[in-house]
């Protein structure tokens, strides 16, 4: 007699090598598959556990291969209880927010949380601390080759992270070169972030080693980064149609990927992987190619051998589903042991975070001093700004615009109908006397008329950034971020300022009715919760309502915000030093004389 823990009969396969499915039956063994045959079980079984599937379809748990925990703005155990119903069994986690925050002590807090959980988290070691260099921007944490070495050997830590500053590595940066050996030297996979590259600047940058790229992509930008061994990762917004039929134009196909990157915990109440998988199909991908690059080419890119797939020796990860593709699975197994249920993980007492380490405090209660753009004493009409223009309302990509600005004892006076906003960063570290380094600019497009919004989950640094049209709403929105020890918090107030006419918004500057009208405190390095998700997503959709009340222009007004500060996103961002040139790695007075 053959003796197994589990036994499903009466299931349809899929197999991802040869991209079908069959009909058969699976025999599991501690945590592992033992038997994956056609066809049905022989007489001679016997099983702990005997599941009749009932024709439903066994599918690898899905792997994703490039993501950020922070992103769900939970803890790594409220994002597993909310992820592994969906489907998600592993994941390459990348916690470069916490690391720009807390350094190593922050890392090695996020790789001990997340390896007490049900899901297979792996980890990657932030390379982007900081995101480009102290000149652009302040950080409280710097990770060089040393950080790397010592980082290396815990549990699960198999990559370095995403390397977003191409341009220092192209030959600025003194840091990244040896970080990259470091990284190579302890036998880690480099993960690459190539936005705008091509060409020999292309070929430079992957000759350190690094192995993927996640951004914004199209057919012939997918072509070139294939043919140069890059893996390719598709998120959501490069699951277009276009991109569906070049993948699926390919002879092979194995070094396209299916990731996350970022998913809000409104997105992921809906689903994690699975709606990339989703998306795919419905944009063209099969339903077996989709599953396989969210299973095994994953698996395999990332030199996990024994994962995505269902086949003899490997670790028995799977989901049971109604038919291909449909989500979320009826079951999700990790390690041969049922995990979660028709939508839901099974009761289980949450692991046990660890103590959480000690991480630089947000700035302030900030002063209405603090908002000035130009030194105290400052008068005129003869000023010039470099005002960040939003190029749209589904990118964050941003163009630059010279506008001219009227200042009143150094505070910026917004006309009405400019189009105008200010933008504030404001660096951790500072003290009840205000921000220990700041900057104030001006932006155009971003559509805020009234009122204002603040946050301290504000990539990659994490300073405390704010928006509005006025100083004193802009100063309750940050100081109501303070006050929660982290979060975002939004501001609704009334159109003009307390000295009327065609100018004076930003230095009068709200009325007695503004208040704060949503806010979610995100206390654990002031970027993240850890209460469970759909708590979580109910207060960023309020605070998403609150800033589309006082004139977001974005479809994803949040993910919008916290990427204002982002020193190497395309192509004009804010720091507390300026206006920062991404491309360039410069950094641009905000306002100046012409």
């Not at 951004?215 to 043919?227: F, N, Q, R, V």
């Not at 893996?231 to 276009?242: E, G, I, P, R, Y």
């Not at 699975?274 to 080419?297: F, K, T």
Request: aromatic letters at 6%; a negative charge; one cysteine or more.
């Amino acid at each position: 007699m053959i003796h197994l823990d589990v036994l499903l009969k009466n299931t349809r396969i899929v197999d991802v090598f040869r991209l079908r499915v069959f009909s058969g039956w699976v025999g599991i063994r501690g945590d592992r598959f033992i038997y994956v045959e056609e066809g049905n079980p022989p007489e001679n079984l016997i099983a702990a556990q005997v599941r009749d599937l009932q024709g439903a379809v066994l599918a690898p748990g899905l792997i994703d291969s490039h993501m950020h925990i922070e992103s769900s703005l939970l803890t790594p155990r409220r994002f597993v209880e909310a992820a592994l119903p969906h489907g998600t069994t592993a994941v390459l986690a990348d916690a470069h927010e916490v690391a720009n925050v807390a350094g190593e002590a922050g890392v090695g807090w996020m790789i001990a949380a997340g390896n007490l959980t049900a899901m297979r988290i792996y980890h990657a070691i932030p390379s982007c601390v900081p995101a480009t260099a102290p000149e652009i921007e302040t950080t409280t944490q710097v990770f060089g080759a040393q950080e790397v070495l010592r980082l290396a050997p815990l549990p699960r830590v198999i990559a370095l992270g995403e390397v977003m500053d191409y341009r220092g590595l192209l030959g600025l940066s003194q840091r990244l070169p040896p970080m990259l050996a470091a990284a190579r030297q302890a036998g880690l996979r480099l993960e690459g972030h190539i936005p705008t590259l091509e060409g020999m600047e292309l070929s430079e940058y992957l000759s350190h080693g690094i192995a993927s790229s996640h951004s914004l992509t199209h057919p012939a930008k997918m072509y070139a980064e294939l043919s140069k061994g890059v893996a390719v990762m598709l998120q959501t917004k490069s699951l277009t149609a276009d991109n569906m039929a070049a993948v699926n134009a390919l002879p092979d196909r194995s070094g396209v990927l299916l990731v996350t990157d970022d998913i809000e915990p409104s997105l992921l109440r809906r689903g994690h992987l699975s709606l990339m998988v989703q998306l795919a199909v419905e944009n063209g991908l099969p339903a077996l190619e989709a599953l396989a690059s969210a299973s095994l080419r994953p698996a395999r890119y990332l030199g996990l051998r024994d994962l995505g797939a269902i086949a003899p020796g490997y670790l028995a990860d799977f989901l049971v589903l109604d038919d291909l593709a449909h989500f979320p699975p009826r079951q999700v197994w990790v390690g041969g042991r049922l995990t979660a249920l028709e939508g839901s993980v099974l009761p289980q007492p949450l692991p046990d975070a660890p103590p959480l380490p000690e991480f630089p405090p947000l700035p302030g209660p900030l002063r209405r001093e603090d908002f000035r753009v130009l030194p105290a004493g400052s008068e005129g009409s003869g000023w010039i700004a470099n005002a960040v223009r939003l190029d749209g309302a589904l990118t964050s990509l941003t163009s630059l615009d010279q506008v001219p600005l009227r200042v009143r004892d150094g505070y910026a006076c917004l006309a009405e109908g400019d189009d105008l906003a200010l933008v504030g960063v404001f660096a951790r570290g500072g003290t009840s006397r205000g921000a220990a380094s700041r900057a104030v600019g001006i932006m155009k497009g971003i559509g805020v008329l009234t009122g204002a919004a603040a946050t301290s989950m504000a990539h990659d640094s994490h300073n405390l950034l704010v928006v509005g049209r006025n100083v004193n709403d802009m100063l309750l929105a940050a100081n109501a971020v303070h006050a929660m020890g982290g979060g975002v918090a939004v501001v609704g107030g009334a159109h003009g300022g307390a000295h009327g006419g065609a100018y004076g918004s930003a230095y009068g500057g709200g009325t007695s009715s503004s208040a704060v009208i949503a806010a979610l405190k995100l206390p654990v390095f002031s970027l993240i919760s850890d209460e469970p998700v759909d708590q979580v997503a109910e207060g960023m959709q309020e605070v998403e309502k609150a800033l589309d009340t006082i004139g977001f222009r974005h479809k994803r007004p949040f993910l919008l915000l916290s990427l204002l500060s982002l020193s190497v996103s395309p192509y004009f961002k804010f720091s507390d030093k300026g206006v920062v040139d991404t491309e360039k790695r410069a950094i641009l007075p905000p306002v100046f004389a012409p």
